[in-house]
């Protein structure tokens, strides 16, 4: 009786299985849809069938902050065979994550374990903000998930905007936003030409304001691409600009305009001790020898970016509020803001007049007339001397004085200047700034090219050299230079190198050294061919399968002079033709002469404003094609009758 029992339980449980199986198994209308999706997002594994945010706001009498819930819901469908994908949600000190569930298409909850931990990412080294996150595998194709995610925050300060693209290509995507007539806010619509997005607005009589809706159709993923500009200059999004608001007959400003903002960030600062004892013999050691004011100023900043290791910190107040300067000076690390303050509490110190400074990198396509908190990602300090206003940022290691790096300039920044502020714009420089030269004399000895290298480093290519030679210990800096200049290839022997100081980031980096390259010239029927050139900058740099612009760390200007004496007896029979290109970004020339007895290869790259367009890439591309032929064409020499 009891094995019958037993049975007749088995028999059931796995009737019961196999029919919830069969209750989220794909139909054949998801079949059908994964195969459609598939066809328009060949690229992509997985794809939301639908996405809707719905965003509701309440207010903290309390406190007297605007909070604001944040509602997504998502239906998933696989486009493969199989995918496993993670999905995540991040928040932190100002917000929390109420509800993140996954169900099967047929609404019962997938048993999926989340983690809750610290968020690290490689350009972060310290981050406080939090990840919350779970895998989710996908095992045939049309099976779909849906999740709920319900984020709140209890200040609408840190609510700053809303994408329409994502991490997954959305069929559908819509945009919520219950507006109460007691919130003066703003939604300002950030690249939407050439998107058909839909937009409505109808009263909400139940909540006494209005819904404003926003649909979105067949929107792709966001692209996963190496040296793309900030998503800010890519993708529509919605701007949240919360202005002020109603309570009991009393309105009060939340970032109604800049001042506002502005008076908001100076309450952080204000909000600091900022106890200068400890620094003070410090400064006293850096400046007590300065023969100028110049002088005292580079040994405090100099000392900054070489002695406070940079960390990012971001969680809340605290991503936006300085560390006292005496804590950065004691820990000997801090984020952008508390190098900031300390590099002004310093220069205070030595009697000069130091202000903090807001910032937001060419990330970010906004300005300050943006009242909203996603403006700036960045803080400096700014120095008032002699009529002049220079910009110091202690982040960007072996900078020089009054040396800005590419991605501060031309950006506008907001300065403290008690109750006011004050804009400016950190100033651009031309390409030439940050030239390349190098200089190549050689010969040929038997079947190698032998010869002596110069090479100088100006501007921001100077400085990133500095900072990876200085980055090595010690005992690898040799080895390192070597490898630098050979490049990594065996066939290329450097020797004899000698340097300007590799600390001293005032002036220009000048490396000179011997060399003899093997395997670049064989001889055949009394022609020899030659290799001349074994740097062959940008050979692999062709932009093809790409939706948005490439940008370079900083603006690029190579000049390229190599002289190759031609042997006793022989003649040039063969010179590759010249080629060149210009383009509002760039500007490319490589050519060839004879010069006496001497041929003559000039290569002159110039990469004009740190991009390349996506308009650009058929002229780059089509440049880079000549360029890989030019690098595998041969000089040809022979035996003069």
């Not at 040994?299 to 300085?322: C, H, L, M, S, T």
Request: proline share 2%; with cysteine.
């Amino acid at each position: 009786m009891i094995k019958q029992y037993i049975s007749l339980t088995l028999i059931l449980v796995v009737t019961l299985s196999s029919y919830s199986q069969k209750r989220i198994e794909p139909t054949p209308q998801d079949l059908t849809l994964a195969k459609e999706l598939k066809a328009q997002y060949e690229d992509d594994y997985v794809a939301l069938v639908s996405s809707k945010d719905h965003i509701t706001f309440g207010l903290n009498k309390r406190d007297g902050k605007v909070t604001v819930t944040h509602t997504t819901d998502e239906n998933m469908i696989n486009l493969d065979s199989r995918a496993d994908i993670q999905l995540y949600t991040f928040y932190d000190g100002e917000s929390s994550i109420e509800n993140f569930e996954i169900k099967f298409r047929n609404h019962k909850t997938a048993s999926f374990y989340f983690k809750d931990e610290a968020y690290t990412s490689d350009d972060l080294f310290h981050n406080d903000t939090r990840v919350k996150y779970t895998n989710v595998d996908f095992p045939l194709k049309g099976y779909r998930y849906l999740t709920n995610q319900k984020k709140t925050y209890r200040d609408i300060k840190y609510f700053t905007k809303l994408y329409f693209n994502g991490d997954y290509p959305t069929s559908t995507k819509t945009i919520t936003i219950d507006v109460p007539d007691w919130l003066d806010l703003e939604l300002r619509e950030i690249n939407f030409e050439g998107f058909d997005i839909q937009k409505s607005v109808v009263p909400n009589k139940k909540r006494n304001g209005k819904l404003h809706t926003y649909t979105f159709k067949d929107i792709p993923a966001m692209y996963k691409e190496d040296g793309a500009p900030g998503p800010t200059y890519i993708y529509p999004h919605i701007l949240i600009l919360a202005k002020s608001y109603e309570a009991d007959g009393k309105s009060t400003n939340i970032f109604k305009d800049t001042q506002d903002l502005y008076n908001w960030y100076k309450s952080l600062v204000n909000s600091l001790e900022n106890d200068n004892s400890a620094i003070k013999s410090k400064v006293e050691e850096l400046t007590k020898n300065a023969a100028s004011d110049e002088e005292k100023i580079k040994n405090i900043y100099y000392w900054v970016q070489d002695n406070i290791r940079y960390i990012a910190f971001e969680d809340g107040i605290a991503g936006f509020k300085p560390d006292e300067a005496s804590n950065v000076f004691k820990k000997r690390y801090g984020d952008c803001k508390g190098m900031a303050n300390l590099t002004k509490q310093m220069l205070k110190e030595a009697g000069f007049d130091a202000r903090l400074t807001w910032i937001g990198t060419k990330r970010i396509a906004y300005d300050y007339s943006t009242p909203n908190l996603s403006v700036d990602n960045h803080m400096i300090c700014t120095l008032f001397k002699d009529g002049k206003t220079i910009f110091l940022d202690g982040t960007e290691k072996f900078n020089a004085y009054g040396e800005y790096a590419n991605r501060i300039q031309g950006k506008q920044v907001l300065i403290e200047n008690g109750d006011e502020y004050i804009l400016e714009y950190v100033p651009s420089v031309e390409a030439d700034f940050n030239k390349e030269q190098f200089e190549y004399n050689l010969t040929l000895s038997d079947e190698s090219i032998v010869g002596t290298v110069d090479k100088t480093y100006n501007g921001e290519s100077r400085s990133s050299l500095l900072y990876y030679f200085n980055s090595i210990k010690n005992d690898k800096k040799e080895d390192f230079l070597e490898y630098y200049l050979n490049k990594g290839n065996s066939n290329i022997k450097v020797s004899n190198i000698s340097t300007s100081d590799l600390k001293n980031r005032d002036e220009n980096i000048n490396i000179a050294y011997d060399v003899a390259i093997k395997n670049a010239v064989s001889a055949f029927d009394g022609d020899v061919y030659i290799d001349l050139d074994f740097d062959k900058q940008l050979s692999n740099f062709k932009l093809e399968e790409r939706h948005t612009d490439y940008v370079f760390s900083s603006k690029k200007d190579l000049q390229s002079t190599t002289r190759l004496d031609i042997p006793q007896g022989y003649k040039i029979s063969h010179l590759p033709e010249d080629i060149s290109v210009t383009n509002p970004n760039f500007d490319m020339t490589v050519n060839f002469s004879k010069e006496n007895n001497t041929i003559v290869y000039k290569k002159t790259f110039q990469i004009k404003n740190a991009k390349i367009e996506t308009a650009d890439f058929e002229q780059w591309n089509s440049f880079i094609d000549e360029l890989n032929n030019l690098y595998n064409e041969q000089i040809i020499l022979t035996k003069a009758d």
